[in-house]
T-cell receptor, first 114, second 114 residues
Framework: AQSVAQPEDQVNVAEGNPLTVKCTYS??????LFWYVQYPNRGLQFLLK??????LVKGSYGFEAEFNKSQTSFHLKKPSALVSDSALYFC????????????FGTGTQLKVEL | DSGVTQTPKHLITATGQRVTLRCSPR?????VYWYQQSLDQGLQFLIQ???????AKGNILERFSAQQFPDLHSELNLSSLELGDSALYFC?????????????FGEGSWLTVV
């Protein structure tokens, strides 16, 4: 079965510093990987996805993610964090069990402080 | 705003009751999905429909059922409600039903069972 792991429950970073939210995956076959963000009392917002192609994927709000096949990782990054980036971030992988089902990680709470 | 509309936003009901959650997908999207988000189980995939047909099924309880209507809106019916069914229920949609299609989420329906 496909799975993703987000090893950090919370990440703290100062505004203006680079941020990284970690995700590792386990899949059979080619991975389809996604990042979503959830602000308080809001739905999940799509940030970016990796299907194939360049290992560096650029997404919304200045976020990017680097796909690393040898390390089975798909870390989310941003060069300069903003306080408004504080939210809950989810990594997800396409499940190969048919359809377009996503399996989500447990989420990482990002806190950006002044 | 993702374009996925869910109603109601909040719902409080008693154990043993039945509720219906409603979802309108983004314009042009043929596939709808239902996910459950709870503190203890995280984000769990329930079911996917594509153009009115069930496409994939997750760990959806037998007390729960869903359907997608000819106008592509979807309903999730939850019956014989238990306290543990209290959760945030997301509807999502995508253009197609194939793996890799970006899935866009609504803001969710908060269900509280008392």
């Amino acid at each position: 079965a496909q799975s993703v792991a987000q090893p950090e429950d919370q990440v703290n970073v100062a505004e203006g510093n680079p941020l990284t939210v970690k995700c590792t995956y386990s899949v059979s076959g080619n991975p389809y990987l996604f990042w979503y963000v959830q602000y308080p009392n809001r739905g999940l917002q799509f940030l970016l996805k990796y299907i194939t192609g360049d290992n560096l994927v650029k997404g919304s709000y200045g976020f990017e993610a680097e796909f690393n096949k040898s390390q089975t990782s798909f870390h989310l990054k941003k060069p300069s964090a903003l306080v408004s980036d504080s939210a809950l971030y989810f990594c997800a992988v396409r499940d190969t069990g048919g359809g377009n089902k996503l399996t989500f990680g447990t989420g990482t709470q990002l806190k950006v402080e002044l | 705003d993702s374009g996925v509309t869910q109603t109601p936003k909040h719902l409080i009901t008693a154990t043993g009751q039945r509720v219906t959650l409603r979802c309108s997908p983004r314009s042009g999207d043929l596939s709808v999905y239902w996910y459950q988000q709870s503190l203890d189980q995280g984000l769990q995939f329930l079911i996917q429909y594509y153009n009115g047909e069930e496409r994939a099924k997750g760990n959806i309880l037998e007390r729960f059922s869903a359907q997608q209507f000819p106008d592509l809106h979807s309903e999730l019916n939850l019956s014989s409600l238990e306290l543990g069914d209290s959760a945030l229920y997301f509807c999502a949609s995508s253009v197609g039903g194939q793996a890799g299609n970006t899935i866009y989420f609504g803001e969710g329906s908060w269900l509280t069972v008392v």
